[in-house]
């Protein structure tokens, strides 16, 4: 008796459960459906991370050079190198330099160049994330700011520092779905 009264319960609960499982949370009104936190089909967001090229230093009083003859070109491989990719933005900071360094890239994809505060690591992140989530970006910054805009995005230091005669690191951030951040370093530029 009791084995069959326990197979009456098993049997029951299955039953329940299994119109449980065929009933629609939209069938009931005021309930939501819940939804898988980790979009499997979302894109990762990828940054690269570029220095700006040489700057001319003929003034030393000059607050915001432009490039060097050295920069321009740097500016034109990494323009060469990039504007195959699916670029959605490009952000530089106020200064010349790093305008001039993304302005090959700038007009072979035709994309404005978006302005960021320099120091504003987070607030960069931020921006990215929210309106260029899934897309690929790329951000020309300084020797002293690359490294915690890659600690911002999450990343870890793949070097200690940058020096200020150091030109051609090229950083591509990793943003998958789920936050996760990875950095792979490269170099580019032209032969001395």
């Known amino acids: 008796m009791k084995k069959s009264l326990l197979k009456q319960h098993v049997f029951f609960l ?37 220095r700006h090229a040489e700057k001319e230093t003929a003034d030393l009083k000059d607050q915001n050079p432009g490039l060097s003859a050295k920069g321009l070109a740097r500016a034109e491989v990494l323009g060469n190198l ?7 933005a490009l952000y ?4 010349i330099r790093t305008q001039h360094t993304l302005k090959p890239l700038s007009d072979s994809l035709s994309l404005e160049i978006l302005q960021y505060d320099a120091n504003d690591f987070v ?8 309106s260029h989530q899934g897309q690929m970006v790329v951000v020309a910054g300084h020797s002293n700011t690359l490294l915690p805009i890659l600690e911002a995005f999450g990343a870890k230091r793949p070097v200690p520092d940058i020096s200020e005669q150091e ?3 090229l950083f591509k951030v990793t943003l998958a779905p789920d936050g996760k951040a990875t950095v792979e ?7 001395p």
Request: charged residues 20%; aromatic residues 8%.
């Open 14 to 50: 299955l039953m329940l459960l299994t119109v449980a499982c065929r009933q629609s949370p939209e069938m009931h009104e005021g309930n939501s459906a819940v939804v898988d936190p980790v979009d499997n089909t979302a894109q990762p967001t990828i940054v690269y991370l570029v």
């Open 123 to 130: 607030g960069l992140k931020e921006r990215v994330l929210k």
């Open 92 to 95: 530089a900071t106020k200064y």
């Open 185 to 191: 370093t490269d170099h580019y530029g032209v032969n």
């Open 82 to 88: 990039l504007k195959e990719q699916p670029i959605g």
């Open 167 to 169: 030109y051609d690191y």
